[in-house]
């Protein structure tokens, strides 16, 4: 069994790499018979439901895994994220809290949970979320883009630029996050900094046309 359960992990992985999420769905419920006890097997597939927008199947999954291992803090954090695309922000944060009493130093669900109680239009206990997560993560370019964004959103610019540009520092070539620190920009009128990060987006990323259209208009602006 042991030799089995390596080669399925090896098989789904590659799926999932190559973006074929069905088919490795297909390759797991196959065998689900044969592990339908395992805590890792099942929170897998609800994974992998999770990464095709079928929340519903993947809460369903992920419910099966924590009733398995009532200690399984990562099915919890998985839970917690189906949830929030579902909109049922409250269960999503009784989740991804739980994640985090049973294991402290889990920075994802820390940065989950940021995400929910931003929803939940609580900005200071998602930025206290958000920065233990950075605390516990040092290198968590999401974390830093996230509570960017969330201090964006509250006016903190030099702030947020602060937490792009350490994002970017972790992942220079991550175009989404260009994006970001060019709002930043173009909200203190720095526009020529603006287009610069917004060029950046669209090399990495040529397919976004709101960036062109800010682009545009950056650069009509300056003209005037």
Same mark, same amino acid.
């Given at each position: ?14 799926? /999932? ?5 069905? @088919? ?13 006890? +395992? %805590?890792?097997?099942?929170?897998? &597939? ?23 291992? !009532?200690?399984?803090?990562? *099915? ?13 922000? /409250?269960? *999503?944060?009784?989740? %991804? ?6 294991? !402290?130093?889990? *920075?994802?669900?820390? +940065?989950? &949970? ?6 939940? +239009? ?23 883009? +996230? ?15 602060? %937490? ?7 992942? !220079? ?16 009128? @720095? ?7 917004? @060029?950046?987006? &669209?090399?990495?990323? !040529? ?7 800010? &682009? ?9």
């Amino acid at each position: 069994m042991l030799k089995w359960w390596v080669e399925w992990i090896e098989e789904v992985k590659r799926l /999932e790499k190559e973006g074929r999420f069905r @088919e490795a769905i297909r390759f797991l419920e196959k065998n689900l018979h044969k592990f339908k006890k +395992n %805590c890792e097997f099942v929170n897998y &597939l609800g994974r992998l439901y999770l990464r095709i927008g079928k929340y519903k199947k993947s809460i369903k999954f992920f419910k099966r895994a924590v009733s398995l291992n !009532p200690q399984f803090a990562v *099915a919890y954090n998985n839970l917690g994220h189906a949830y929030e695309n579902l909109g049922k922000l /409250e269960l *999503a944060r009784e989740s %991804c809290e739980k994640a985090i009493q049973l294991n !402290p130093e889990y *920075a994802e669900a820390y +940065n989950n &949970l940021g995400n929910i109680l931003s929803e939940l +239009n609580l900005p200071k206990s998602a930025e206290e979320a958000y920065r233990k997560a950075i605390e516990l993560k040092s290198d968590f370019d999401l974390a830093y883009n +996230n509570l960017g964004t969330l201090l964006y959103s509250t006016g903190q610019y030099r702030e947020a630029e602060k %937490c792009f540009k350490e994002a970017l520092k972790i992942n !220079p070539e991550n175009p989404f996050t260009h994006y970001n620190l060019g709002m930043v920009y173009y909200a203190m009128n @720095e526009k020529k900094r603006a287009i610069k990060e917004w @060029e950046k987006s &669209l090399q990495l990323s !040529p397919h976004q046309p709101k960036v062109k259209e800010l &682009l545009q208009k950056a650069k009509s602006e300056l003209e005037e």
